[in-house]
């Protein structure tokens, strides 16, 4: 079983839509979660970060945290076509911060 | 500009054939790391680095040497190289580890015939 599961999409909303995306681990030692958004032949960079569980909000975008289901959702507001990019969670835990598990990322499509 | 470097961007070579893809950042920062994306299964971690002279292996590290004598520079070493390692990869940097913000480079698209 791999260590977190995203479902790779494609997902295609119209423009102004309320975007959901997801993953689930099973590592629940895993207490830093981070998304990254990834744009075409370009490497990841890094959206927002959150610790435990709860919600933490940045403009458009909100990350949510379950640690009881271990489930992580990431929600975008008001989407916008610049949103269009693979968005990839990624997680590790307190015994080793040096290493990092990676969801295999959704590729989001957004139509104008 | 800040930034992480690698070279080449793309390569193509041929099974047994050694090769070196090099990886320098101008932020001074501690942690390095070497990812491998394929798809459907997203980026996997091969080798990190905690300081120079620091180095462990991540989770996909066979095949694969590093080193880190330079605190800026982390090449990823394939000495023989297998069709298997043809791959997207990316290097990445952070002042420390853990929830530190990762700034990955543009990425070297290897094909291994």
Same mark, same amino acid.
């Given at each position: 079983q791999k260590e977190v599961e995203q479902d790779p999409g494609p997902l295609s909303v119209p423009e102004g839509a309320i975007v959901s995306l997801n993953c689930t681990y &099973?590592? &629940?030692?895993?207490?830093y979660f981070m998304w990254y958004r990834q744009y075409s032949r370009k490497g990841p960079e890094l959206l927002m970060y959150t610790y435990s569980s709860g919600n933490k909000e940045d403009g458009r975008f909100t990350a949510q945290v379950d640690k009881s289901s271990k489930y992580i959702s990431l929600f975008i507001r008001d989407s916008q076509p610049s949103d269009s990019a693979t968005y990839l969670c990624a997680m590790n835990a307190p015994d080793n911060f040096n290493k990092f598990y990676f969801g295999s990322g959704t590729k989001l499509n957004v139509k104008p | 500009e800040a930034q992480v470097t690698q070279n080449p961007r793309y390569l193509i070579t041929v099974t047994g054939k050694k090769l070196t893809v090099t990886c320098s950042q101008n932020m001074n920062h501690e942690y390095m790391s070497w990812y491998r994306q394929d798809p459907g299964l997203g980026l996997r971690q091969i080798y990190y680095s905690m300081n120079v002279e620091v180095t462990d292996k991540g989770d996909v590290p066979e095949g694969y040497k590093v080193s880190r004598k330079e605190k800026r520079n982390f090449p990823l070493i394939l000495e023989s190289p297998s069709p298997n390692q043809t791959s997207l990869y990316f290097c990445a940097s952070s002042l420390l580890a853990g929830i530190n913000e990762q700034f990955f480079g543009p990425g070297t698209r290897l094909t291994v015939l």
């Open positions: &099973s590592n &629940s030692a895993f207490q | -």
